[in-house]
């Protein structure tokens, strides 16, 4: 190490590279973590993509259910509920009536300004991802 701050060597042997790489990742990826979580939970909120089987129910009407897939933005409310249950050790499946709450809300009735006694059922779930 001396030898590079000194500026004798330019370029870090293969073995050293790796291990210096490793260890600035198990340092610094943990923090820029934290900070993104903390945001999504706090300010800026996350978006979720989920491809699922979706079917309908609302007063006066229904739709046949089909599998789509939805991204949408999720409020820090949700995102909140949803990281806390995550550091908790919940599984995919745990996560799903959150999720199609707030996918309700968010993308459904947009945020509760339409189809006021929307049911969405949320089967065959494919996938779900975060991003944040």
Known sequence: ???YRAGQLKKPQKKLQAALVEETQTQWQ???RARARERAATSSGMMVEVTAYFGFTCTGSS???RERTITTPL?????????QLQEAGATEEDLHPIVVEAVTESYFTEWGTLTGGLRVDFTHVRSIEFQF
């Open 63 to 65: 739709d046949d259910g």
């Open 30 to 32: 943990p923090q820029v």
């Open 75 to 83: 409020s820090t409310t949700y995102a909140s509920q949803i990281l």
């Open 1 to 3: 190490m001396q030898r």
